[in-house]
């Protein structure tokens, strides 16, 4: 569906206030757009077929206004001619659905009035497999016909989580565990279909559309560069200077093997090293909304690690290091990083802090007695339970403090505004949580979220400044200097 654009500014600098407003007497029946200035509130003239047009470009129009017969006045009424004629507008036309921009955030959306009043509220467009139309003010009413439908198609709601995914709207660590109550998968899938309900009004006002494409094949095809807005990917790669290379390689040697580098041991590290430097570049791809907000980090490659680094210098140390810690990581090639990795995790999971050396050692150890990462899985619960005592009793095989952590982290994810993914059970405020003064249990969620908002992030937040007006509104009302 075609998306039309909509100017930010005039000429002067002022923010305009953009909203479809089919009753302005003097302009051409069809897809009207108005304009005003924020700074005056004033009318200063339309957009029509992309064009802006100033107050009295069209005089002659304005004139003969007043010779219009009564039933094209009461269809200018109702809305653009386009939306009169198509039962599908019609459809939309009882909610009084238009596309609107909130003067204030600069958010754009479709406002529609709820049945019996005059109240005006955004409104969601949804339209099935089966081509029914649902609309309604209600988000969850809209999401629930979403995922019940989508169970109903091809793929099910793998499918739905793939296109998602692809059109740059739920992390990949959303995607893997298919986590359909996510903060990233709802928010997004908000988003999506407020872009879709733009969208359906323009193109029926736009291109005369007589119906619309179905929810999930608009954000499986057409619907993706609306909705993924703009990305950015940025490259990072890294050179070792020769020196610091061979200042790594005479560490390595005199810790197990009593000696320094040569210097044929030197540059024979250095030359393995950057080739593994040329070949392991990592990129980031964030993709933000319309808006400008940001909607998803892709990360992709990585850098070369310490890991890389020791096992580079074991293979130049060659035999000498026979029996090693070193020697056992070599031997046991692919497996040994994976193991490193999986260990690392556990202890993340756990809220322990673990270094890759300290991993590295866990792992050369279970090679070197025979041991598995589940037995490691157990040592790193007993550690959890001895520095979590307050909560010890709920910490085990299958519960982790990473599960009793997730609300905190929910809760911070959003009174913060921060992206979920980026906050770690490590994290300080939520080890407060978790540790709670050594007392009993872990703090209250009520305590929490007073810590929260004492956080000086707090300040820069969208919450923090809609409750500083708000009670700065309430202090002027209660003085009766506003109504």
Known sequence: MAKKSRPLNTSTGSVLNIGVN????????????????????????????????????????????????????????????????????????????????????????????????????????????????????????IRNAIIKDATTQPGG????????????????????????????????LQYAIRNYSIDAIDDIAFNNAQKIDPFLKYLSGGGKKSMAGTTRTTTESYVTKRADAADDADRFFMQYLGRGATKDEEDAYYNALREL???????????????????????????????????????????????????????????????????MSLANQYGLIMTQEDAMDYVSTNLRKGKNIEQTKNKLIKLSQAKYQNIANLIDDDVSVKDIASQYVYDMSQVLELNPQSINVNDPMIQSALLNNNNKGTMSITEFNTMLRKDPR????????????????????????VS
């Open 277 to 343: 430097e040329r070949s392991n570049i990592a990129s980031r791809t964030a993709t933000y909304d319309a808006e400008g907000n940001l909607v998803s980090n892709v990360n992709t490659g990585e850098l070369v690690t310490d890991l890389d680094k020791t096992l580079l210098l074991g293979k130049v140390a060659g035999k000498a290091i026979k029996g090693s810690k070193v020697d056992k990581l070599l031997e046991a090639g692919g497996q040994a990083a994976g193991d490193i990795q999986q260990i």
């Open 458 to 481: 707090w300040g820069n937040t969208t919450n923090a400044k809609n409750t500083a007006a708000q009670y700065a509104l309430e202090v002027l009302t209660s003085f009766g200097l």
């Open 22 to 141: 089919p009753e302005l007497r003097g302009y051409p029946l069809g897809a009207i757009t108005t304009v005003y200035d924020n700074t005056t509130k004033q009318l200063i003239g339309y957009m029509k077929d992309d064009s802006f047009f100033p107050m009295g470009a069209y005089a002659e129009k304005e004139q003969s206004i007043e010779k219009t017969s009564e039933k094209d006045v009461a269809a200018s009424k109702r809305g653009p001619a386009s939306l009169a004629t198509s039962p599908l507008a019609l459809e939309f036309d009882k909610y009084k659905l238009q596309v609107t921009t909130d003067p204030d955030a600069g958010t754009t959306y479709v406002a529609g009035v709820l049945a019996g009043t005059e109240e005006s509220k955004e409104h969601f467009i949804y339209v099935g497999a089966n081509n029914k139309v649902n609309i309604s003010p209600n988000f969850d009413v």
């Open 157 to 188: 709601l793998d499918a739905l989580m793939s296109s998602m995914y692809s059109a740059g709207l739920i992390s990949k660590d959303t995607f893997d565990r298919k986590d359909f109550s996510s903060p990233d998968f709802n928010k997004n």
